[in-house]
């Protein structure tokens, strides 16, 4: 079973990517069309390098009890394109994250309160 952990992290921290773009209305939330292609951009770009890496013998696959065992191709692991997504992701609601607060002061979505503003009494 411990060949699964590194997956499972993996997945754990993209739905905590998920849970951070629909809170704070980030990347998919804002714009699902433009979001899908620009990840997608994204993830087949860091996999064509991979593959290009390892085709030129630059990239292998280390041995980890971690890890699945599971090869897409060889020394491309299972866990690799589930990296690449989560990178990706993470890297555009870094992006969308800091804009906000460079554009606007705030990290929150226009027009959603601040927490501190719901403690006030009105």
């Keep these: 079973m411990t060949g699964f952990v590194y997956l499972a992290v993996l997945l754990f921290s993209l739905a905590g990517m998920v849970v951070l773009d629909w809170r704070l209305k980030l990347f998919f939330r804002a714009a699902p069309p433009a979001a899908t292609v620009v990840l997608g951009c994204g993830l087949a770009f860091f996999l064509a390098w991979d593959l290009a890496g390892i085709g030129l013998g630059i ?13 897409l ?38 027009g959603q309160p601040s927490s501190a503003a719901k403690l006030e009494p009105r």
């Design 73 to 110: 191709a060889p020394d491309l692991p299972l866990e690799e394109p589930v990296f690449l997504l989560f990178l990706c992701y993470l890297t555009m609601n870094l992006f969308v994250l800091i804009a906000r607060r460079l554009d606007t002061g705030s990290f929150r979505p226009a």
């Design 59 to 71: 990239f292998y696959r280390g041995e980890t009890p971690v890890m699945s065992g599971i090869l």
